[in-house]
């Protein structure tokens, strides 16, 4: 039997939902969505040049087919085009007090726990502000996700861990404000639903922000990991993933700035393939893990195929790694195969000792949490 990724520690939520998770969660919802549907529609037309005809993923016996044409990246595009698709599951499960997120969230477990995942760390954004989060607080948000961790995994007997990573704005004023709130939640929370809560993470766009803004927030979040070590969040940072809008130096020096902020994990960092320089550094001069996402990268990253992939270089020039899935269900992908493409690249027994030390990259471990429990 193949292996498979026990230890997943770069996973977006909704990035986990198939299409026929898309499918069904909206199948009673999606006519409340017709604002929020025409959106999405016009935005893919924008990056595909054809409308998706939403409306017939649910009027039409091939309605499920039809939205995994339109949902589904198995071929590389760019960045934005990604986004466009992922936008229709965020347009049918909207953050609200009606808590669709909190179906979701347990039908990916659910999906993780079969696969038979053992500890996964969901990244989930912060609320944003739109009319559907009129009154609805940081506490609703958290509690709900927590709560619903709490209970899945008392029902797994042991077998099954998920954990969640905040992500934040890449706005570092709103950054230090949301940060503010978390560890406001934290103080006013039990430890048994606070400590599924283990990690801040800063995603989305990387090109047009300048990583060291985000200066302030990192050091306020390694100064009160240091003065409250059992309420220690890991710090995580996409970076070094897209290089489509400037030069490989831009992209190396984000993940350089990723790594200076003192972030325990770096997400995807594929533009250090490019400088050894910059990987001998990160090798022996830092303790920062690199989040590999193998089939991610090679339909948003603009890595060619899998044996271009970094994850060799990584491994062999000592730098730390993690494999992870980061967004299985639109990327058709799960954790079997990405340890299959991982298996392929950098051989069956190097590829079973990565794999193996993965959970001693878990947030709670880099963190500091666990020691100070």
């Known amino acids: 039997m193949t292996g498979l990724i026990l230890t997943d520690l770069h996973v977006h939520l909704y990035g986990c939902l198939r299409p026929?998770?898309?499918?069904?969660?909206?199948?009673?919802?999606?006519?409340?969505?017709?604002?929020?549907?025409?959106?999405?529609?016009?935005?893919?037309?924008?990056?595909?040049?054809?409308?998706?005809?939403?409306?017939?993923?649910?009027?039409?016996?091939?309605?499920?087919?039809?939205?995994?044409?339109n949902y589904l990246c198995t071929r590389a595009m760019r960045f934005e085009e990604f986004e466009a698709r992922f936008a229709l599951a965020i347009a049918l499960f909207p953050v609200s007090h009606e808590r669709d997120d909190l179906r979701v969230l347990r039908r990916v477990m659910e999906t993780h726990r079969a696969e038979g995942r053992r500890h996964v760390e969901y990244r989930?954004?912060?609320?944003?502000?739109?009319p559907l989060t009129t009154n609805y607080t940081i506490k609703e948000h958290l509690d709900g996700v927590c709560e619903i961790m709490r209970l899945f995994a008392a029902e797994s007997s042991g077998t099954f861990e998920p954990r969640l990573a905040m992500s934040l704005s890449r706005n570092p004023v709103e950054?230090?404000?949301?940060?503010?709130?978390?560890?406001?939640?934290?103080?006013?929370?039990?430890?048994?639903?606070?400590?599924?809560?283990?990690?801040?993470?800063?995603?989305?766009?990387?090109?047009?922000?300048?990583?060291?803004?985000?200066?302030p927030v990192c050091r306020q979040i390694h100064a009160d990991n240091a003065s409250h070590p059992r309420h220690a969040l890991a710090l995580l940072i996409h970076a070094g993933e897209t290089m489509e809008k400037g030069s490989v130096e831009q992209a190396v020096a984000r993940v350089m700035g990723a790594v200076n902020l003192g972030a325990h994990r770096v997400g995807h960092a594929v533009a250090l393939g490019f400088s050894p320089e910059a990987r001998r550094h990160v090798a022996t001069r830092s303790s920062c893990v690199i989040e590999s996402c193998i089939t991610s990268n090679l339909?948003?990253?603009?890595?060619?195929?899998?044996?271009?992939?970094?994850?060799?270089?990584?491994?062999?020039e000592g730098l730390?790694?993690?494999?992870?899935?980061?967004?299985?269900?639109?990327?058709?992908?799960?954790?079997?195969?990405?340890?299959?493409?991982?298996?392929?690249?950098?051989?069956?027994?190097?590829?079973?000792?990565?794999?193996?030390?993965?959970?001693?990259?878990?947030s709670e471990v880099l963190s500091g949490r666990l020691r100070a429990m």
């Open 20 to 69: 026929v998770d898309v499918w069904e969660l909206g199948r009673d919802s999606w006519k409340n969505r017709v604002e929020r549907l025409e959106a999405y529609a016009g935005r893919l037309e924008l990056c595909a040049g054809t409308r998706p005809p939403w409306p017939d993923y649910w009027r039409t016996s091939t309605g499920v087919e039809t939205l995994a044409e």
């Open 320 to 362: 730390s790694i993690c494999l992870a899935t980061d967004d299985p269900g639109i990327f058709a992908t799960d954790a079997r195969k990405e340890y299959q493409v991982a298996e392929t690249i950098l051989g069956r027994d190097t590829c079973a000792r990565v794999n193996a030390r993965s959970p001693d990259f878990r």
């Open 175 to 215: 950054a230090l404000t949301q940060y503010a709130n978390l560890k406001a939640w934290q103080a006013a929370t039990p430890e048994d639903t606070r400590k599924y809560l283990t990690a801040i993470d800063f995603s989305g766009y990387e090109e047009t922000t300048d990583v060291m803004t985000l200066e």
């Open 299 to 316: 339909i948003v990253a603009g890595v060619p195929d899998a044996t271009s992939h970094p994850v060799r270089e990584f491994v062999a």
């Open 124 to 130: 989930y954004v912060y609320p944003p502000r739109t």
